[in-house]
């Protein structure tokens, strides 16, 4: 009974780590400038920019 319990509060505790470190990472992105995103890179023709 104590092995069950230990398993499931195991892998609650690694479900918890796992969403906390990707919230800490997204949270340590810069912020994407979508100036840049959306500029054409390859010369793209004027008429194709709006």
């Given amino acids: 009974m104590f092995a069950h319990r230990f398993t499931i509060v195991c892998l609650l505790m690694s479900l918890f780590g ?24 390859f010369g ?4 194709l920019r709006h």
Avoid at 18 to 41: H, K, Y
Avoid at 44 to 47: A, N, Y
Wanted: proline share 7%; glycine share 4%; net charge positive.
């Fill in 18 to 41: 796992v969403s906390f470190t990707i919230l800490v990472a997204e949270a340590g992105r810069p912020a994407r400038n979508w100036d840049q995103a959306n500029s054409c890179r």
């Fill in 44 to 47: 793209c023709p004027s008429h």
